[in-house]
Structures are given as C-alpha cells and as structure tokens.
C-alpha cells in the first residue's frame, strides 16, 4: 500500500503525543509500517531549532521570525525524513505540521504576519503536497494548559515558551485551528476533552473510514 501522511494538530495540552502513540500501535497491529515524527524537532537539525524556538523568553522573537524558523524545520523535516519514508511506503505520523504555524504564528499573534506570507513559504519550501489526513484535537485552553503544565512539572521539561503566552494567544489560536479545518476536506475535529480511550477510538474510526 502507498504511503500515507496523517498529521495531528491543536493547542497546548490537546493530547496529540499520547493519541499518536496508541494510533501507531494500532496501525503496526495491522501490518502498517508506521514512522512517528514531530515539528519541530523530527530531525537533528530540527532538534536544535527545537531548542532555540521552544525555550526561553517568549518574546525573543517576532512572528516573522518564528515562522522563518519553523518553516527552516519543516524543509529538513520533509527534505530528510518525511520524503524518503513516504517513498518507502511508509506511513509517516506528524505531531504538528503546517497548519501549526498557520494557527500559532497567524491567529495565535491575531494576524501580525500576512497570510500570504505563509502560504508563499509553504509553496517554497513543501511545494503542492499536503497530508492525507490532518486531526485537529479541539479543547478550551484553560483545560490544555493546566495539562501541560502538570505534564512539564513531572518531566521537568522547560519547553514552555508558548505556554507562557496571555489566555488571549491561545485562544486565538484555538479558533484559528478551527476556521483552517473549514479551509479543506482532509481536516477532521475531534473533542479532546473526552477520555483517553474514547478520543482514541474516534481517532480509529476516521482512520478506517477515510484511509483504508
Ligand atoms: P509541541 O509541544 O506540541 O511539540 O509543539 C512545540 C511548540 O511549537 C508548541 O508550543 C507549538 C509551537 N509551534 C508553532 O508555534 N509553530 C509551528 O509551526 C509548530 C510546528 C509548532
């Protein structure tokens, strides 16, 4: 079978890592061989634009320059990882693709970038290729964040430059993931705020229906 790309998407704290891992599982129950990614950060290169742009003070950059940055991730990411493995006719697993700086550096900074700018850059840098699939994992903010922040208190991880932003950033975010799902049809919403188990068995339930 081709190769597929699904990638997940939503704020901070939706879930997307726990939900990916028990997809993948799944999937390698079926025979599928599954690649398991991330942006940013799904190659060496990108773990280092990890750290610059995930740590520190939140306002270091603007938001043209983030968007630079994360687009320099994401043209290693495909170029060395996402590519070779879906030409391969492996199923490569994104968490977090394009529409993340779409949702984060566009609406999450209420439009201070053109959208213009972004979509120049995805054709530069992606060209006409899009996933197969993309999961938004919808929740109120207030709910993600206290998740993520309990999730950094245990791995003492100090990853929390975009957590540190106002309630407004996130929440502007969040209807920003939700206006990009109306923009096409490989988009799907699921309600993040439900258990561990039921988000997983809806996240089956769109996988069979749309890409077996
Ligand atoms: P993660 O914690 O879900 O792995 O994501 C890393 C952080 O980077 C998260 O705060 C979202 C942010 N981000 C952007 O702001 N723009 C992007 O394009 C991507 C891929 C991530």
């Keep these: 079978m081709a190769g597929r790309f699904i990638t997940f998407e939503g704020g901070e704290g939706c879930g997307k890592t726990t939900q990916i891992k028990l997809l993948a599982e799944y999937l390698q ?3 599928v061989d599954v690649v398991l990614t991330k942006e940013p950060g799904g190659t060496p290169i990108g773990q280092e634009l990890r750290k610059m742009l995930c740590t520190g003070d939140k306002d270091k950059f603007d938001a043209v320059a983030e968007a630079l940055l994360y687009y320099a991730d994401r043209r290693v990411h495909m170029q060395q990882k996402v590519l070779p493995a879906l030409n391969k006719g492996e199923w490569v697993i994104s968490d977090r693709f394009a529409d993340s700086t779409m949702a984060y550096q566009y609406y999450g900074y209420n439009k201070r ?3 213009e700018m972004l979509n120049n850059l995805y ?3 992606v060209g006409n290729f899009y996933p197969d699939l993309t999961i938004i994992l919808d929740i109120d903010p ?4 206290q998740r993520s922040i309990a999730r950094n208190n245990q791995t003492q991880a100090n990853e929390t430059r975009h957590e540190s932003r106002e309630t407004e950033f996130h929440e502007n975010l969040r209807r920003g993931f939700l206006e990009i799902a109306k923009t096409a049809d ?3 919403v699921l309600n993040a ?3 561990i188990e039921d988000l997983h068995k809806q996240i089956v339930a769109v996988i069979e229906k749309r890409l077996f």
């Design 29 to 31: 129950k079926k025979n």
């Design 113 to 115: 970038l053109s959208k």
């Design 123 to 125: 054709e530069m840098t």
């Design 142 to 145: 207030k709910v993600g964040l």
């Design 186 to 188: 490989r988009y799907v």
């Design 193 to 195: 705020d439900v258990s």
